[in-house]
């Protein structure tokens, strides 16, 4: 979701400027498993930055990981003051070093993208996140008392607490919660 509050008249004349001279990112990079053709980070990066600085915009991407989701919060930065946001998440195939960096590439990749309008091709999102089959259950109480405290916590101290607890979770039910534990500390800390 974009964050929209720092947000001012100059950033948006720019950035319709800029989406107006930007191209897509040409599909230069080739995935072996799908033997198909895709534009990697570098591409769209290259694609972007010159037409948004041109237009006094600045592109910043942070990552994060918490153990469980990996995070990229992308802010296009207007040099008069103005900016916008997006956080995008997404749990790794793999928690070790490897696998944290290709979904914080994926994220930084398909963030930056959306962000400013670029089209290219997903053949590689395949190893960098779960393709978890939906779950049909019914959420337990457990499940279900947990989200409501995490949607009534005010504070990062409380939100630690209620990680901790997804740990009693049933396997199924602690990726939904963790990640509404994430997108709520985001919200904790745009404040």
């Known amino acids: 979701m974009m964050n929209l509050d720092h947000s ?4 948006f004349a720019a950035l319709a400027l800029a989406q107006s001279e930007v191209e897509n990112a040409t599909k230069g990079s ?28 600045a592109i910043v991407q942070s990552t994060g990981f918490d153990g ?7 802010a296009l930065v207007h040099k ?35 962000a400013c309008g670029v089209a ?10 779960h393709n978890r089959p939906a779950v049909v259950a019914k959420p337990s109480n457990q499940l279900l008392d947990l989200l409501a ?9 409380v939100l630690r607490n209620l990680y901790k607890a997804t740990e009693n979770l049933v396997e199924h039910e602690k990726g939904e919660a963790r990640k509404a534990i994430v997108q ?3 919200t904790i800390t745009k404040v």
């Open 120 to 129: 290219q091709e997903d053949d590689d999102g395949q190893t960098a996140a």
């Open 68 to 74: 469980v989701m990996v995070s990229v919060t992308t």
């Open 149 to 157: 405290a995490t949607e009534d916590a005010t504070n990062e101290e």
């Open 80 to 114: 008069e003051g103005g900016y916008v946001t997006s956080v995008a998440s997404c749990t790794p195939a793999k928690t070790d070093g490897q696998g944290v960096g290709a979904a914080t590439t994926y994220l930084r990749r398909y963030s930056l993208a959306a």
């Open 30 to 57: 080739t995935n072996p498993h799908f033997k198909s053709k895709y534009a990697d980070l570098a591409e769209v990066l290259n694609t972007v930055r010159p037409v948004y600085s041109r237009h006094g915009i």
């Open 8 to 11: 001012n008249a100059a950033l």
């Open 184 to 186: 709520k500390r985001s």
